[in-house]
């Protein structure tokens, strides 16, 4: 039985899960309330909140699987990477019950968790592909095997899901703006703009997002100026199909270079439905087979986590007490 913590950003997250993979709890305490007003997340908000929350997170967490920290086995802790207060936070409290109850401590790395979320609802064997969309995150990676990875390309500026939030708080519509913005894109025409698709031929599996937020923050400032009535629904569907049709035409890149024959999501992002369909329906058409997690299990959550570090614990990856919280990280580097 072993108990995750996850603070890497704006949510604070503690789940329990038995030897045998099943899920005995799963909680998670969001502080979007806190950080909607100013349109993103706000690192020194998030520290605070997640100090706030984590006892009774945790606490909630034990409780609802029926143990107390005691009966666990080891406490593991998202260490990388994301916001560096927040991560410090989940780190400092889980060496600190590691070290009064005696149990063994093992680290996670944050992206290897949205790499597992996808084995909460289907069983997943590597070689598979998998996109890395969160908000802080922008990737192909290939997935060799678990725990062996090769990071395919990246995003050179700006995460998809930033580009969400910032066209989001752009269009006055609030925070986190990607469920907002996939919301009114369903109802909105995806070729009423033509917005740019950076990097879409560059031969590589790069991503570049700056521009097109740009672009679509231009476009909201010259209708403005024009005195034009923005179609808001329109705008949001514009941009959603800018970003899907590069993050399609590099997964399927992706998949003929590594030649793996299965494909996976991972991330905040990766909730986007008209994202979701697209690559199933471009995938599948090619006979890849396309795996999205649960909703739920897109956003952080500390169940991907304990995913992680029950494969960890069985390999006896522990970690000593004088690690520290790093908030970048080398997914391809062992740990
Ligand atoms: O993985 P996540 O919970 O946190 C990070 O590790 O960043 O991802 C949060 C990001 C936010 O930018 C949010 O706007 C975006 O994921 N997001 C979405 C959707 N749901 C969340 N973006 C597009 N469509 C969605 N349905
Ligand atoms: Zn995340």
Not at 56 to 76: K, Q
Not at 251 to 274: D, H, I, M, P, R
Request: proline residues 4%.
């Amino acid at each position: 039985m072993l108990l995750a913590i996850e603070t890497s950003c704006d949510e604070t997250a503690a789940a329990v899960i038995a030897g045998d993979g099943q899920l005995q709890s799963n909680i998670i305490a969001s502080q979007v309330d806190f950080h909607a007003r100013f349109g993103g997340v706000v690192p020194e908000i998030a520290s605070r909140k997640h100090t706030e929350a984590i006892v009774g997170v945790v606490d909630a967490a034990l409780e609802a699987a029926g143990r107390t920290y005691t009966s666990c086995d080891a406490i593991a802790v998202t260490y990388a990477p994301g916001l560096i207060g927040a991560l410090v936070v989940g780190v400092a409290f889980a060496k600190g019950l590691s070290w009064a109850a005696g149990l063994p401590l093992i680290v996670v790395n944050h992206l290897e968790g949205h790499i597992y979320a996808n084995r909460l609802s289907e069983a997943l064997e590597p070689p598979f592909v998998i996109a890395l969309l969160s908000g802080g995150h922008t990737m192909l990676v290939h997935v060799r095997d678990w725990g062996n990875y090769q990071v395919l390309g990246q995003t050179l500026d700006d995460a998809v899901g930033e580009a969400f939030d910032k066209v989001a708080k752009a269009l006055g519509l609030g925070y986190p703006g990607g469920p907002i913005i996939g919301r009114l894109a369903a109802e909105g025409n995806p070729a009423a703009i033509e917005f740019p698709r950076a990097l879409l031929h560059s031969g590589d599996l790069a991503f570049s997002l700056s521009g097109l937020k740009t672009a679509v923050l231009t476009y909201i400032r010259q209708e403005q100026a024009a005195g034009r009535e923005l179609d808001v629904p329109d705008v949001a569907a514009s941009f959603q199909q800018a970003i899907i049709d590069v993050q399609v035409a590099k997964a399927l890149k992706a998949l003929e270079q590594t030649g793996a024959k299965t494909f996976a999501l991972g991330g905040g992002v990766a909730a986007n439905q008209a994202l979701r369909q697209a690559y199933t329906q471009a995938l599948e058409a090619r006979g890849i087979r396309v795996i999205c997690p649960p909703q739920l299990a897109c956003t952080d959550n500390a169940a991907m986590i304990a995913l992680v570090a029950l494969d960890r614990y069985r390999a006896a990856h522990f970690a000593s007490l004088d690690i520290d919280a790093q908030a970048t990280s080398n997914l391809e580097e062992p740990y």
